[in-house]
């Protein structure tokens, strides 16, 4: 009959493979779900950019529209 330790010790050694593959999917499903934040806070902050731009764009050729409308 094993002793304790050799049965624990045949325990992990058959259990390492299938934690380790566990682990490493976790670890690639997070950095999939993190890429996929950061790209979206990107591209919202991209689109406040332009929002931002164009209204400032839009306001700077209405104010010379008027100003040259009254000369």
Do not use: W
């Not at 050799?6 to 890429?35: E, F, K």
């Not at 929002?51 to 104010?63: E, W």
């Amino acid at each position: 009959m094993e002793d304790l330790s050799t049965q624990i010790q045949d325990l992990v050694n058959q259990q390492s493979p299938q934690v380790s593959r566990a682990m490493l999917v976790q670890a690639t499903a997070q950095a999939l779900g993190n890429a996929a934040h950061n790209a979206t806070y990107s591209q919202q902050q991209h689109n406040v950019l332009i929002k931002t731009n164009t209204a400032i764009g839009a306001n700077l050729i209405l104010s010379l529209g008027a100003k040259y409308a009254k000369a």
